[in-house]
């Protein structure tokens, strides 16, 4: 009896492609451009993770720790 293997597709969190899951060295994206696009967006600060404000460290003080 041959067994049924589905194979698990996910929609790539940037462009909205259907991408295979396995053997898909970019997970969860489609591709390595829409991977990078990701990251720039994190670098540029585009995206957040919402939390309590943090209060900027003066230099001076950095320098007794």
């Known amino acids: ?5 589905e194979v ?4 790539c ?3 909205g492609a259907r991408v ?4 898909n060295e970019n997970r969860p994206f489609c591709s390595e451009k829409c ?3 990701d990251l720039g967006r994190w670098a540029d600060e585009e995206y957040s993770i919402a939390g309590q404000p943090v209060m900027p460290v ?3 003080d950095s320098e007794s720790y």
């Open 1 to 5: 009896m041959t067994a049924k293997v």
């Open 8 to 11: 698990l597709k996910v929609r």
């Open 13 to 15: 969190p940037r462009c």
């Open 20 to 23: 295979s899951w396995a053997g």
């Open 35 to 37: 991977r990078l696009i």
């Open 58 to 60: 003066d230099e001076e």
